[in-house]
């Protein structure tokens, strides 16, 4: 599988077949979180978790047997770094045939920052299920993903833009436009989509969109922790240099600047 393929067909699992891991699979994953980076070069320490050990569960799940956890020291663009690094994990879960949850909020967060042994000048923004989908959703599955609208996405005329807010981009380039239409099917909490992306010359300025209701606390911002996904998503189409310097580009209240790709 592709990036892009991966990236297309890849969704939230909640429902799993009950089984461990295969050994093979979680050596290779423990192999594969060994490799991560992110190009924030902020180092992202990943804990294989479980379940019945340590007392884990989430009431969205079913049928999860293990979860792999993932911490941060507390700094700048901490979240951003993390969600970077944990959503390559993600995707190559799913390569393999392995699904997983992003959950930033429907667990008892103190028992799983116990069994990873989180210290206080650390956060640990998300954890995830690892395991083999089950064959059926259950229907509280089915009826959290309708919720959520979670088969749905924002179109790229909302999303992206070229030079200020007001233009929507027509990519030219194939190689960009493939990058950013696995922007546009990352996945995000309560599927808000919060990444806009402004380009400049050779440059895509990514925007966080602040969605209300949605503050940074001891845990992070999961909305920065989405938009690292949106950069591992672009970068993982084009080959980019990031770097954070704010162009100055007028934008609404409410819309943040994060970082920008050269490419
Ligand atoms: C940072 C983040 C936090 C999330 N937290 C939760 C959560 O606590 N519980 C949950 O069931 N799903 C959670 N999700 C999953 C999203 O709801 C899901 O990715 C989105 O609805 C899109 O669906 P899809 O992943 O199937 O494409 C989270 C996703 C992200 C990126």
Sequence with gaps: MN?????????????????????????KLAEYVRTIQNPYEIPVEFVFLDAKANGLSSPVLAGDTMYVAAKVGVQAHAEEAFGYSFEKL???????????????????RELFEKAASLKDHEIMP????????????????????????????KPASELFFDRAFSAPLNEEDSTV???LEMVRYAPSAVNR???????????????????????SNSTGDLQKVDMGIAICHFMGGVKGVLSISDPGIPAEAGVEYIASVAV
């Design 90 to 108: 993600v995707l190559y879960a799913w390569s393999l045939g392995i699904g997983t949850t992003w959950i930033g909020g429907t667990m008892k």
């Design 193 to 215: 989509q919060p990444w806009r992306v402004v380009r400049e010359g050779k440059n895509y300025h990514f925007y966080l969109k602040h969605d209300k209701g949605y503050v």
């Design 177 to 179: 436009e493939q990058a």
């Design 126 to 153: 998300c954890m995830s299920p690892l395991g083999y989908p089950a064959k059926k959703m259950s229907v509280r599955e089915l009826m959290m993903r309708r919720g959520v609208k979670a088969d749905e996405r």
């Design 3 to 27: 990036m892009l393929e991966t990236v297309k067909t890849r969704r939230s699992v909640r429902t799993f077949d009950g089984n461990l891991l295969t050994q093979a699979d979680q050596e």
